[in-house]
């Protein structure tokens, strides 16, 4: 009834450590207890401490593990998949605690503008979408695009534009408040020479009063108004393009930071068909722009709550935004760029407080996010209403995203409290040269001092924020030495090592997502959520983290990136 060990040591042996083809045991007795797959590395971190070599899957699960790399030899039938690789070193996925692969799909759906180093560039992507679109259909551009990346250091004017797509309506917005269209989208719009500019916006005009192009604020949504949103299916099908790209980086579930009702069925969707990649647990937006009662209405309405549905798609809660991010941040104190300026508040704490404790009486769990340690105390004064009058609270009940700045007396409410803290260094990372214009050097270095939240115990989940993939593993990096992508290295202080902070990039997320016992480590009885590695990321010199990709990534025991096919069938 068991495969023999000399059987499989002459089939492990026989393969190459690296890039061999996985074996399949010719011996019978395929059945229940035997295993679908069976992978030999050199390391295993389970995150929980132990180091394994082998490690079993069954199904969507891991099944058994073992510090001995034949230890599971029994378990290994005719139908086991068997890998040796004994090259790398497997651990649990990545889980992002705060991120948007709603956006970063819907981004694949764009023209990637943001990838042009020229005017040139720009027209020719432009070009080439509209040869590639139905007549009369609009092409829209990403929105990650700014004119400082191309070579002219200018925007694109509407008459190149024209020149690109004469016969398609082009508008190229940039972030939410500037955009370039062409004349067949102005005209599309009612924008003609004369037209007033609208509230909140202008219209950008030639000297001879023809308008431009060139559309700013409130002009913005005028001609976007006009441009069909992506369909639900479109949507779902670029989930799947999306989620791939973040498997490819060893990323296994994503916490999705917030939608709207119509794009949680667009999830609903891919998660039926199959094609995501990696597991989401949402968070659905409560505006500010509603009234308490609004607000309590919208929620209601949702109908389900937190926790609701399965594995691969489960409702994580509820997302309040009370502040800006580095530009409109709420400080203590103001801006440096700007000493009348001190950031901007979302919410009346009393309403939120008000509406906050309803939902949490529902069964809603609740992200805010604060970037200033203006918005965290204000925040802290909510979370504190909400829990004297429904607690004691579960830990990852009420959660503060971001918490860029925060001071020593607010971290410890926040422990005491016993809120969670969604933490990305990525921010840090990606824009710390716009903090030390805004903020200073001072506040910069002090941004998301993690040394300081773990030291008082503090509950934190790692992600990114960014919007686009991103490898983890340079987010590993940043976070064991707070170095940055222009703006040197912030706060080294603050560092903490790479076990900690894959830990909280596993285990913190999967806490933070209440998946403790199904996910954030290589357990027995868990979800065969793994990642491998060509070396190990806890021996490695840390710089060379920044470079390490995985050699492939299963997600509930599925192969969803395999690029050399080490994972065979
Ligand atoms: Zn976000």
Known sequence: MTTSKTTLAITSAAAKPTGAAPARLPAAGAGPRYLDRLIQARAIHSMTGEVYRSVGLRGAEIAATSADRDGLDDLAGAGTVITDAGDV??????????EHLMEASRNTLLVPVDR??????????????????????????????????????????????????????????????????????????????????PPGGKIGHLPDGRPDGVLEGGAVWQVAAFAPAPSQAQLAEALGRGSAAYAALGVGTIR?????????????????????????RPLIRVGNELTADQATALIDGLGARSGFDDDWLRIWGLKFVMDGGVEGGALEQPYTS??????????????????????????????????????????????????AQEGPLPPWTLVIEHALLSSPAQRERVVRGGFGVTVQHSLLWNMGSEMLQMWGPERTRQVNPLDEWLALGANLAAGTDIARPFNPMLNVWGMATRGTKA???????????????????????????????????????????????????????????????????????????????????
């Open 256 to 280: 999705e930071a917030m939608i709207n009702t119509e794009e949680l069925l667009a999830y609903q969707d891919a998660a039926e068909r199959g094609t995501l990649s990696v597991r989401v």
């Open 487 to 569: 703006a040197g290295v912030q706060g080294p202080e603050h560092a903490i090592g790479v076990a900690a902070a894959l830990e909280l990039y596993t285990m913190g997320t999967a806490r933070l997502n209440h998946d403790q016992d199904r996910l954030g480590s290589i357990t027995p009885g868990k979800l065969a959520d793994i990642v491998a590695y060509p070396a190990d990321p806890l021996t490695a010199d840390v710089d060379d983290l920044p470079g390490l990709t995985p050699a492939f990534t299963i997600v509930g025991g599925r192969a969803v990136h395999d690029p050399g096919g080490l994972l065979g069938p």
């Open 89 to 98: 070193t497997l651990l649990p996925t990545f889980a992002d605690s705060h």
């Open 338 to 387: 700007d000493p009348a300026r001190s950031g901007h508040l979302n919410w009346d704490p009393a309403v939120m407080t008000e509406v906050c404790t309803g939902a949490v009486r529902r069964g809603w769990r609740i992200g805010t996010h604060a970037a200033g340690d203006r918005a965290v105390h204000t925040v802290l004064d909510v979370y504190e209403a909400v829990a």
């Open 116 to 197: 042009a180093h020229s005017i040139a560039e720009f027209t020719a992507m432009v070009a080439a979408a509209a040869r590639d679109a139905a007549p009369g259909a609009w092409i829209m551009t990403s929105m990650a695009w700014h004119e400082s990346n191309l070579a002219e250091n200018r925007l694109p004017t509407g008459a190149e534009l024209d020149a690109a797509a004469p016969d398609n309506p082009v508008l190229a917005r940039r972030s939410g408040h500037l955009a370039v269209a062409n004349t067949v989208a102005l005209t599309a719009a009612g924008i003609g020479p004369g037209t007033p500019d």
